[in-house]
């Protein structure tokens, strides 16, 4: 086998980076998209990002660069987002005082024809219960209160499961 040779002192072990050639950086403040698949989904880490989807991963263009690499950066995300926002459980956004309901049922006429209606709460301004199926689509909506009495309503929010009915008049008492 060969000898080892000692090093030679003219030879310089520094990178020169002007002949490295063109080289891909992900940009957080950027869209980037993966120069291997073309979409645009990243895992960001402190150092590199990868491709969600194939996996190509890239370094990050400030993170040796910048001052701040060690300070905390925006992450960037994308989601699938529903038809309507969703609200927090801190959320309060009630006027009237709720009255819990559950087990009593009312009469609810969608477009003229008649469901049962189970209620969950009510209050002086409406009702939830039950999402009945095709309420989004409804043109009219009418509560029978458990006196006869009809009162015109509107949906004001359906989540599939449960829905809200606001009344269009006061009731009176």
């Known amino acids: ?33 993966c120069p291997g698949c073309g979409h645009s989904q990243w895992f960001v880490g402190r150092m590199s990002a990868e491709c969600g989807i194939c996996g190509t991963a890239l370094p990050l263009a400030d ?48 477009d003229g024809s008649p469901h049962a209606f189970r ?14 199926p095709g309420l989004r689509q409804a043109k009219s909506l009418l509560i029978e209160l458990e006196d006869g009495r009809m009162v015109p309503a509107e949906l004001r929010w359906s989540d599939g499961v449960f829905a809200g009915l606001a009344f269009l008049e006061p009731k009176t008492e």
């Open 1 to 33: 086998m060969g000898a080892h040779r000692p090093p030679n002192p003219d030879q310089s072990f520094k990178l020169d980076l002007s002949a490295r050639g063109y080289l891909v950086l992900f940009r957080p403040d950027e869209p980037n998209h």
């Open 119 to 132: 209620l969950e709460n009510i209050s002086e301004g409406g009702v939830m219960g039950k999402a009945i």
């Open 63 to 110: 993170s040796q660069q910048s001052p701040r690499s060690g300070a905390a950066r925006k992450a960037v995300a994308l989601h699938v987002l529903p038809d309507r926002p969703q609200r927090e459980a801190t959320d309060e956004r009630r006027r009237e005082e709720r009255v819990k309901a559950v087990g009593r049922t009312l009469g609810l006429y969608v």
